[in-house]
C-alpha cells in the first residue's frame, strides 16, 4: 500500500484506505447476494455440501461438532 502512495503523489493514503475498504466491503455483499440466491434455488445441495464438509472435517481432526460440551460451573456461579 506505501508503494502505491508513492507512485502518485497526490494520492493520500486516506483516500487509498477509503478506496480498499469500498473495495472489500462491495465484494462481500456481492458475494453474499450470489450465496444467498444459490442458497434459496438449491437448499438440498448446499445442505449436502455442508454436511459433506462438516464430515471431511471429523474424518481429518477427529472431532465432532456435534456432540454437546459441557462447562464447568463455578459452584457460586450456579
Known amino acids: 500500500m506505501i508503494q502505491i502512495v508513492n ?6 493514503q486516506f483516500w487509498l ?3 480498499i475498504t469500498a473495495l472489500i466491503a462491495s465484494i462481500i455483499v456481492s458475494t453474499k447476494a450470489i450465496g444467498k ?3 434459496l ?3 438440498d445441495d448446499v445442505i449436502f455440501v ?3 464438509l462438516l464430515a471431511g472435517i471429523e474424518d481429518i481432526t477427529g472431532r465432532s461438532s456435534m ?3 459441557r ?3 463455578n459452584k457460586k456461579g450456579g
Not at 7 to 12: I, K, M, W
Open 50 to 52: 455442508a454436511g459433506k
Open 41 to 43: 434455488s438449491h437448499p
Open 37 to 39: 440466491k444459490i442458497a
Open 71 to 73: 462447562v464447568p460451573r
Open 7 to 12: 507512485l502518485g503523489p497526490g494520492f493520500s
Open 17 to 19: 484506505n477509503v478506496l
Open 67 to 69: 456432540q454437546k460440551r
